[in-house]
């Protein structure tokens, strides 16, 4: 597997001295209590300007953080599965329009159920495009770890879910939560595939992700980071570790398309370079450029008011954020800059104008904001000297 060339970031147009301030963001969290490790990382022009480990990976038994170490990614997650739906649209095997219920016909006549309790008919179908953009108005009461460990497959909560009253009319609202589970059902049908099996032969295997899958083998379990749980109080207590009954480890039935995959730092950079790429890496193409364009465009209904989550202000496109305002997205960015991240804090930044990726991965529950990546991203992007 070839890695990018490492480089001083003075020859990719950055600033080392200023770079430092965002390791020593990182590390000023560690010591005050909020973080216990993180690896975080940039490329510019395809090469590695900056590569930090820190910390550990699991405080308690003083197991210090790697470069392969291992990481819930838990909505980093939906970008794969955005990106495995518009491999099949390639193919012709599914059209944006379709309705979910030409696939699932517990989707067929849907209700919308109102604030005041009553149904009405839904005003059109949801459709696949719905469920890329995230309007297709279904429930999003459901808890990810319980999903997980559930004995539920994809086809059954696929139903599931389709059987229930819509909270919105499609393409009314941006509702986040669990229409990219539907829309890898639909992957499941239209390829013939488990979700996990389609995954890794057409991503992970071509990209030559070997550390990204919905579990972790017995030989890589002691690389899996432990989950922690900032409160509100301030303290930081394990929630998730690597043992071998642990939620992350073990086998599953339920391949959670919305949050379930485990990933490394690395892996996930030939991922999100893949995309950077317009869908081409070492080679390998897994999209065409249009379908990269297209994938990340505004897709939000017109007239809906910008998305916000930290300090940043953004757009949506199919499966990522999209700044399409650098002035309204009241933070350092691009034009076209697009993303995602997970409830953990991993987060993926991917800049065309700029040419970079920047990563930062931990492994924090946080019942109260802690700032960490939205601040790590601006720290990044004031060392952009040229």
Request: include cysteine; charged fraction near 25%.
């Amino acid at each position: 597997m070839s890695e990018p060339k490492s480089a001083i970031p003075e020859t990719l147009g950055l600033c080392s001295q200023r770079l430092q301030r965002a390791d020593a963001h990182i590390a000023r969290h560690i010591a005050d209590g909020k973080l216990v490790g993180a690896v975080t990382l940039v490329t510019r022009r395809d090469q590695l300007c900056h590569f930090n480990i820190q910390g550990y990976a699991d405080r308690e038994q003083q197991i210090p953080m790697r470069d392969d170490t291992l990481f819930r990614i838990y909505s980093m997650t939906k970008i794969i599965t955005s990106v495995a739906a518009l491999i099949v649209y390639e193919e012709g095997l599914i059209d944006l329009n379709d309705p979910v219920s030409k696939y699932i016909p517990a989707f067929a006549d849907q209700k919308v159920k109102l604030k005041n309790g009553d149904l009405v008919d839904a005003d059109r179908p949801t459709t696949i495009y719905d469920l890329l953009r995230h309007t297709g108005g279904l429930p999003n009461d459901y808890n990810l770890e319980e999903l997980i460990g559930s004995d539920r497959t994809l086809a059954s909560f696929a139903e599931e879910i389709g059987a229930r009253p819509l909270i919105a009319h499609p393409g009314e609202k941006w509702i986040y939560g669990y229409q990219t589970d539907v829309l890898a059902r639909i992957v499941e049908i239209v390829s013939e595939q488990t979700f996990d099996r389609f995954l890794h032969d057409r991503i992970f295997e071509p990209l030559e992700m070997t550390d990204t899958a919905f579990d972790v083998p017995e030989e890589k379990r002691e690389r899996l980071a432990t989950c922690y749980r900032y409160a509100k109080d301030g303290s930081l207590t394990p929630i998730n570790g690597n043992e071998p009954d642990s939620l992350f480890v073990r086998p599953k039935k339920f391949f959670s398309a919305a949050g379930g995959l485990i990933s490394s730092t690395r892996d996930y950079l030939r991922f999100a370079t893949m995309l950077l790429r317009k869908g081409e890496l070492d080679g390998v193409r897994l999209l065409g450029r249009k379908s990269v364009e297209l994938m990340t465009l505004d897709h939000l209904p017109e007239g809906h008011p910008d998305l916000q989550i930290g300090t940043q202000c953004f757009r949506f496109g199919l499966g990522v954020s999209v700044v399409t305002d650098v002035a309204r997205s009241r933070c350092l960015s691009s034009l076209g800059d697009f993303g995602w991240g997970g409830a953990a804090g991993t987060q993926v930044w991917m800049n065309p104008e700029e040419e970079m990726v920047v990563m930062i991965m931990i492994q924090i529950r946080a019942e109260v904001p802690t700032g960490v990546m939205d601040v790590y991203k601006r720290l990044v992007y004031q060392a952009i000297v040229d």
